[in-house]
């Protein structure tokens, strides 16, 4: 079994900066790929959105509130992602998980599909 496991996070003065990391952790050697690999968040009473996206390639995609501040990166090697948040604001207080698509070996064949971290607390005071 695989499971995603994020650090990072916590309780930082507006315009500050923290980075989150998610990292694979269990059976790591079935996996064979990680393909897309994603950051959410989960503000109080609000749902679930995406903030930063990465391909297996490399190529990025934020969301407007983020674009400028946030940088997400990977490295393919040690299963990781990363989320650097720069100049942060207390809108981006919020639980952020991440996610990703991963295939695993398995006895009866490759078995892909979408992967989410406990989450890790983000909080931003003014």
């Known amino acids: 079994q695989v499971q995603l496991v994020e650090s990072g996070g916590g309780l930082v003065q507006a315009g500050r900066s923290l980075t989150l990391s998610c990292a694979a952790s269990g059976s790591i050697s079935d996996i064979k790929a990680m393909s897309a690999m994603n950051w959410y968040r989960q503000a109080p009473g609000k749902q679930r959105e995406l903030v930063a996206a990465i391909t297996s390639g490399g190529t990025t995609n934020y969301a407007d509130p983020v674009k400028s501040r946030f940088t997400i990166s990977r490295d393919n090697v040690k299963n990781t992602v990363y989320l650097q948040m720069n100049r942060l604001k207390p809108e981006d207080t919020a639980v952020y998980y991440c996610?990703?698509?991963?295939?695993?070996?398995?006895?009866?064949?490759?078995?892909?599909?979408?992967?989410w971290g406990q989450g890790t607390q983000v909080a931003v005071s003014s």
């Open positions: 996610n990703a698509l991963i295939t695993l070996a398995t006895m009866i064949g490759d078995s892909r599909r979408s992967y």
